[in-house]
């Protein structure tokens, strides 16, 4: 069974920092880009950064841009997301994504909640 765990969320202040991590289990993800969406009470599932299986290539939403960074471990199977200068309007449930380049494989994550407190 494909899971993807994520782990990291909390509550943190504005200006604050924090980790997220997604790790990949149940199949290799070779040829999968990982990556992150968040969801705001009352909004759409928005993207928020994505990074290619070599990690040779990353994206990022225009709201998250030099503030958050995305990193994948050696395996592949284990994506990060670096969260900087955090803002309330950060706040959100944060869900890891796998695509695959190949096929229309998909997965999600259950999500872990963000709080910025202001």
């Known amino acids: 069974q494909v899971q993807l765990v994520e782990s990291g969320g909390g509550l943190v202040q504005a200006g604050g920092s924090l980790t997220l991590s997604c790790k990949g289990s149940?199949?290799?993800?070779?040829?999968?880009?990982m990556g992150w969406f968040r969801q705001a009470p009352g909004k759409e599932r928005e993207f928020v950064a994505a990074i290619n299986w070599s990690g040779e290539n990353t994206g990022y939403g225009d709201s998250v841009k030099g503030r958050f960074t995305i990193s994948r471990d050696s395996t592949g199977n284990t994506v990060s997301l670096q969260m900087s200068s955090l803002k309330p309007e950060d706040t959100a449930v944060y869900y890891c994504?796998?695509?695959?380049?190949?096929?229309?494989?998909?997965?999600w994550g259950q999500g872990t909640q963000v709080t910025v407190s202001s």
């Open positions: 994504n796998a695509k695959s380049s190949r096929s229309a494989d998909e997965y």
């Open positions: 149940g199949r290799t993800f070779e040829s999968y880009s």
